[in-house]
Nanobody, 115 residues
Framework: QVQLVESGGGLVQAGGSLRLSCAVS????????MSWYRQAPGKQRELVAV???????NYADSVKGRFTISRDNDKTTVRLQMKDLKLEDTARYYC?????????WGKGTLVTVSS
């Protein structure tokens, strides 16, 4: 089992920055891919950023150049640095960790971007 707890969400003005963190615990050793997803009100959940066990990253087109995903080498923390936030970035952000064929999810942290 893997447990994930997100933090760092809040209210920020457009153009501002936030850093989300995800504390990971449990059976960490076999975790490969770690990701951030988000779900805006009335919209489907979407993949925001991915980091593989080898450190490769990939981003949704909508956040490229503005968001950066990173993780500690021991995989106990994964972060999402967000800058130049836009109104459309408002959503609940979820951290995930994939271990073998199972993906574990946190409960999310809410990010609200105001004008």
């Amino acid at each position: 089992q893997v447990q994930l707890v997100e933090s760092g969400g809040g209210l920020v003005q457009a153009g501002g920055s936030l850093r989300l963190s995800c504390a990971v615990s449990g059976t960490i050793s076999s975790i490969n891919t770690m990701s951030w997803y988000r779900q805006a009100p009335g919209k489907q959940r979407e993949l925001v950023a991915v980091i593989t066990s080898g450190g490769s990253t990939n981003y949704a087109d909508s956040v490229k150049g503005r968001f950066t995903i990173s993780r500690d080498n021991d995989k106990t923390t994964v972060r999402l640095q967000m800058k130049d936030l836009k109104l459309e970035d408002t959503a609940r952000y979820y951290c995930t960790a994939s271990r073998w064929s199972t993906t574990y999810w946190g409960k999310g942290t809410l990010v609200t971007v105001s004008s």
